[in-house]
């Protein structure tokens, strides 16, 4: 398959200044002649195949009707397989505003509804730390944290399951690779009330627990622990 390579970007910090509610709304259309002189290289140059990423989130707006969650599926490993970065680049958050604000705008507002400002600017302008927040950084970020090599068979089955998205990927743990993968898995056939009672616990056995000494076989055991436990209370 060829590929074709562009420059990734970043957004500065007086460029984000310039996204007012109008744009949240989509109401300010700025383009990227608007925006140019508030983009800028990202340290390394690295680069990546945005002419295939704009086609195939092109197609996925197309597809899907406004707000349709399905769309996470559609696009997750595509926006990780295009943006093979690594993950010191997925780090900044200005290149996630840049996609987000200067490239895929449309897309942004076809995904997720306005309900309120803050919520709006978090899905154009968050990143960082929070794997919830922008728009394309959390398909990205959940791709990385999920796929095995190209098999990204558990990615899809995450995003299928917004349940174990909210709880299991807005929590302090989810940059944790064996805890998100155990979760994921023993929690993929349960119940919404399972996965957030799950996820709630567990949060709570880590404040005994210390995250990275965890390996993947004992988060799983914790999990399969915290399982019973909760099916046995229910007895």
């Given at each position: 398959m060829s590929t074709e390579s562009y420059e990734l970007k970043r957004l500065t910090e007086d460029g984000r200044r310039l996204i007012g509610d109008s744009f949240l709304r989509g109401e300010?259309?700025?383009?990227?002649?608007?925006?140019s002189e508030y983009v800028e290289?990202?340290?390394?140059?690295?680069?990546a195949d945005l002419s295939a990423l704009d086609t195939v989130v092109g197609r996925v707006v197309l597809k899907h009707s406004k707000y349709d969650t399905s769309m996470d599926a559609a696009l997750a490993s595509n926006v990780h397989q295009h943006l093979d970065i690594t993950r010191r680049v997925a780090a900044d958050p200005g290149l996630w505003h840049w996609l987000a604000v200067v490239r895929h705008p449309d897309f942004v507002r076809h995904r997720?509804?306005?309900?309120?400002?803050?919520?709006?600017?978090?899905?154009f302008l968050g990143a960082g730390t929070d794997l919830y927040s922008n728009a394309i950084h959390?398909?990205?970020?959940i791709a990385e944290l999920t796929h095995e090599n190209d098999d990204y068979n558990r990615?899809?089955?995450?995003f299928s399951n917004q349940t174990i998205v909210n709880k299991v990927f807005d929590?302090?743990?989810?940059?944790?690779r064996p805890a998100v993968v155990a979760l994921c898995d023993e929690?993929?056939?349960e119940p919404s009330w399972v996965i957030d009672e799950t996820t709630r616990r567990f949060n709570h056995a880590l404040t005994n627990v210390q995250l990275e000494g965890l390996s993947q076989s004992d988060a799983r055991e914790l999990v399969q622990q915290i399982l019973?436990?909760?099916?046995?209370?229910?007895?």
């Open positions: 300010d259309l700025l383009n990227e002649d608007d925006l290289p990202l340290p390394g140059n690295p680069t997720w509804e306005y309900h309120s400002e803050e919520a709006m600017r978090e899905k959390r398909l990205w970020w990615t899809d089955a995450v929590r302090w743990f989810a940059r944790y929690l993929a056939d019973s436990e909760i099916y046995e209370s229910k007895e």
